[in-house]
């Protein structure tokens, strides 16, 4: 059982994956733009910054940033009333808490965005870790957020493991030098060269160390 686990959010503890989508493609219509087919693949485990890029280069978008990300915003969290964990996700999350495993949530999203998806789920309690994009220099596949989790629980990063379920996100926990488990949203889904796949909680749980 390692030390610390550093949980990635959007798609591995909560669902939210679909609602980005939407909220993307939702801010591209309303600027005039056609979401591609394989909008949802492209963003997947993609910072803010990074998304907006692609909108501007490939799509022709010209709103300024700060304009962009509220427009996105605005549709994500006018509703998250249908967000969900993924199913035993948040279970195996307090069952290593009450073992003692230091854990920290590991986002690329925004600040505002991690609180108010962990609290949808009912995911808070006192001294409990997080770091956001807002948090660190550069964001995933960097290694600087899961190294930032290390610093926050006091290990070693070879101590801790990642459960992510992007190729940027475990990509990131290798290069942090860290376990990364690759728990993708559905199976055939390829991780990077050294990250271990699992494609069931129960098999999440099994490397984990939980039995």
Do not use: C
């Not at 600040?111 to 550069?138: C, F, I, K, Q």
């Not at 992007?166 to 390829?190: D, H, K, Q, Y």
């Amino acid at each position: 059982m390692p030390k610390a686990v550093f949980w990635d959010m959007d798609g591995t503890l909560v669902d939210s994956e679909p609602l980005h989508a939407a909220a993307l493609a939702a801010a591209m219509r309303s600027e005039g733009l056609v979401p591609p087919a394989d909008l949802h693949e492209r963003a997947l485990g993609q910072t803010a910054a990074h998304i907006y890029a692609m909108m501007r280069e490939e799509f022709g978008l010209d709103l300024p940033f700060p304009d962009w990300i509220e427009r996105k915003y605005s549709h994500y969290l006018a509703d998250l009333s249908g967000l969900r964990p993924r199913p035993g996700a948040i279970e195996i999350f307090r069952e290593l808490k009450e073992r003692g495993v230091a854990q920290a949530v590991v986002s690329n999203s925004d600040r505002m965005v991690v609180d108010a998806n962990l609290a949808a789920v009912g995911l808070v309690y006192p001294g409990m870790r997080t770091v956001s994009r807002n948090d660190v220099r550069e964001g995933k596949p960097h290694a600087e957020p899961f190294l930032r989790a290390a610093w926050l629980v006091g290990v070693e990063p070879t101590e801790a493991a990642v459960v992510e379920d992007s190729f940027i996100g475990a990509t990131a926990g290798l290069r942090a030098g860290m376990t990364a488990i690759f728990w993708p949203e559905r199976p055939g889904m390829v991780g990077p060269d050294g990250a271990v796949t699992v494609n069931s909680a129960d098999a999440l749980r099994r490397e984990l160390g939980l039995g």
